[in-house]
């Protein structure tokens, strides 16, 4: 090793799924990470320091999150790791980053497991306990009372929030009617559907990922059933409406933030993503961006890079502007802050309410 | 091989892993300079070793070919943390008297634990299956497999699709490599023995041996349950060392890895497969740089090495051994 006054830059890990089967998750996550990262630089760094981004790919396998994060810690020399969306392979990384001291940050993990880790483990998501309810609640004010459950048992996510789901509906006067489930790269969905039907629901929850629930809403259209269609954030992405066309007009679902909110804050992230990158961004992109942007603020405040100091910093983030919220981090290391409801109208995904944690 | 031999094979693979790696200025020899990282890769690859060596007794030593290896892995990862993360206070309670030793005895507990479900799991796959031969077995096997995957995904009480966390973390290199040692040493005494004579008596004319009077369905059932016994610790070390296990681990997928380490090191040769489950970890790391091209690279590497050496890397390597040996 250098001597610390030699050190001119803050090496920064990121592991993320750049290939493989969550890819586009991976990749989205990336791109916003990297341009807060940039803007940071561009703004004159942290603590007179450049922060220098290091990413690994970990193809979306179980076991390449370990190694990769392994690698960053001891080879990289990192003192913080971002990373990563998917649940399953953040809890792979979670210990190691207890163990070593480093705080981690997930842009987009869901499961509340994440971070009952251990202290160095942080969020700034919501989580599927509260998605859940933000579901259960909005489905209860538009008085849909009867709900089917269609739950992707692959998923872990799918699993959690439609368990969560059930729980708030169940003591706050809805009813499930039927409970159906599909694993993730299913085609056929009719069997549940009519089965659903059978129980003449108000709604139906489709808490699994987009291609799925697109395809579930287009087969339910086409056995006659009216009623419609929510989901969680697993639905943001453009594929829902190619896989869903019309079928998935007037279907709800909750999301991180909403492109079309005009705060500022939003605004702005929208203008620099597109300039960068020619595209729109997602939720995924606003979460990697507000990771890296937490981050930075934390080693501002912190004034040095030391694991447990920078650990304590994190731990004290409060009302923090990010894109997906003003975010505060409660004393379980997750993100406090609000959920939107977007609604499917012309293919396009429109904002209707801010639902408070 | 002899069994010495083997033995020292097992030091000698050891050694060359170690010093495969002794380039990077930071990891140096000895031993305990090796920083987490190249640990991590020491220890993935010894459990490599396990089950290229195990699966190579059903597909290359028996020829019967299988693919759901993964699957009796998953069941030692998951029968192997049912023991240590859901059952680990009370039976670390019951284990109190032995002091500060009650942890390792959990630990070797819950490897034999593993590996017998596993094994167990190999009865009940191989009895009806083996049967059957060719690209019939091997989709059979592959349905097993995926069956015991789906039917851990449903089941609750280990986390479901959500997977188990929380799994101590024992699995060291120490006990990796032993267990690895441990493998490579069993299969070659098998091999040497009635027992393994009956298997290459399987795989090279089934006919022929039946009408010899070899009971090829007991030796099959044989070769799949010790398979399945060492799939299933390489599953509890894995376990073990990540500390949280999800049913996607153990997909179909997982199972063609190793099937890959088997053909390329040779089909039958346990210093072949050795010598590829080492270096086939070893490359996922080096082809890092690579990026995006990385499985680009590997794909191309195997198409390279099928072309230019079909029957594998050390395919054969066993026999030439043996006839030098016989000639001095």
């Not at chain 1, 630089?41 to 190694?67: C, I, W, Y």
């Not at chain 1, 705080?103 to 919501?126: H, L, Q």
């Amino acid at each position: 090793m250098a001597p610390s006054e030699a050190v001119t830059e803050i090496v920064v890990g990121e592991f993320a799924s750049l290939s493989g089967a969550t890819a586009s998750f991976g990749q989205s996550s990336h791109k916003g990470t990297a341009m807060a990262v940039d803007e940071i630089n561009a703004a004159g760094g942290v603590l007179g320091k450049k922060m220098r981004l290091v990413s690994e790919d970990d193809q979306s396998k179980p076991g390449e999150a370990a190694t990769v994060v392994r690698k960053l810690i001891s080879r990289e020399r990192i003192v913080a790791l971002l990373g990563e969306v998917a649940s399953s392979r953040s809890l792979e990384a979670a210990p190691i980053c207890q163990q070593a001291g480093i705080p981690m940050i997930s842009p987009a993990s869901t499961n509340p497991k994440v971070t009952e880790v251990g202290d160095f483990v942080f969020r700034v998501c919501f989580i599927d306990p509260f998605q859940g309810t933000v579901l259960s609640k909005f489905a209860l004010s538009k008085n849909w009372k009867r709900v089917a459950i269609l739950t992707d048992v692959k998923q872990d996510y799918s699993v959690g929030l439609s368990q969560f789901f059930k729980a708030h509906l169940s003591v706050n006067g809805g009813t499930v009617v039927s409970e159906q489930s599909y694993s993730s790269g299913d085609k056929d969905f009719k069997a549940q559907l009519t089965a659903i039907k059978g129980t003449t629901p108000d709604v139906i929850l489709a808490s699994g990922y987009y291609t799925e629930s697109g395809l579930i809403a287009l087969q339910a259209r086409e056995l006659q059933i009216a009623a419609p269609l929510i989901g969680g954030d697993g639905w943001d992405s453009p594929s829902l409406v190619e896989v869903g066309g019309k079928a998935v007009e007037g279907s709800f679902f909750s999301n991180h933030f909403s492109v079309e909110d005009p705060a500022p804050a939003i605004q702005t992230f929208l203008k620099k993503f597109n300039d960068k990158y020619h595209e729109q961004p997602d939720a995924m992109a606003a979460l990697g961006y507000d990771s890296a942007m937490i981050l930075a603020d934390a080693i501002k405040r912190a004034g040095t890079t030391e694991g447990p100091k920078l650990r304590d910093a994190l731990a004290a983030t409060k009302d923090f502007s990010a894109v997906t919220g003003k975010i505060t981090l409660n004393p379980q290391r997750n993100a406090d802050k609000s959920a939107v409801m977007l609604e499917v109208r012309n293919g396009q995904f429109k904002y209707v309410e801010t639902v408070a944690p | 091989m002899g069994s010495r031999n083997s033995l020292l094979l097992c030091v000698l693979v050891f050694a060359v892993v170690s010093a495969l790696f002794t380039g990077h200025p930071e990891a140096a020899w000895p031993l305990a300079q090796i920083d987490d990282y190249l640990l991590n890769i020491l220890i993935m690859a010894g459990i490599n070793v396990i089950l290229a060596v195990s699966l190579n007794i059903v597909s290359g030593h028996t020829g019967q070919f299988s693919l759901g290896h993964a699957g009796f892995m998953a069941v030692g990862a998951y029968g192997s943390a049912a023991v240590t993360q859901i059952g680990g206070k009370p039976i670390l309670n019951a284990l109190s008297f032995l002091g500060g030793a009650a942890p390792i005895c959990m630990f070797v507990l819950s490897l034999l634990v593993g590996g017998l479900l596993a094994a167990l799991a190999g009865f009940a796959v191989g009895l009806p299956s083996l049967r059957l031969k060719g690209d019939y077995l091997a989709i059979v096997t592959l349905g097993f497999g995926e069956i015991i995957r789906v039917v851990i995904q449903n089941t609750e009480a280990v986390g479901g699709a959500r997977g188990l966390t929380g799994i101590p973390a024992f699995t060291t290199l120490g006990w990796t490599w032993g267990l690895a040692a441990f493998c490579i040493y069993c299969v070659s005494a098998l091999i040497r023995s009635t027992y393994g004579r009956g298997f290459l008596a399987v795989r090279d004319d089934e006919i022929a041996a039946e009408a010899m009077g070899v009971n090829t369905t007991k030796y099959k059932v044989t070769a799949f349950v010790v398979g399945s016994f060492f799939a299933g610790l390489a599953g509890a070390l894995y376990a073990h060392l990540i500390g949280y296990i999800t049913p996607e681990g153990f997909s179909f997928l997982k199972s063609v890895d190793v099937v890959v380490m088997v053909i390329l090191g040779g089909m039958g040769s346990t210093l072949g497969v050795t010598v590829a489950a080492i270096l086939l970890t070893a490359l996922n790391e080096l082809l890092r740089q690579a990026e995006q091209y990385r499985m680009v690279a590997f794909a191309l590497l195997l198409i390279v090495l099928m072309i230019a050496r079909p029957q594998g890397l050390l395919g054969g390597i066993d026999r030439w051994l043996q006839a030098r040996r016989n000639r001095s």
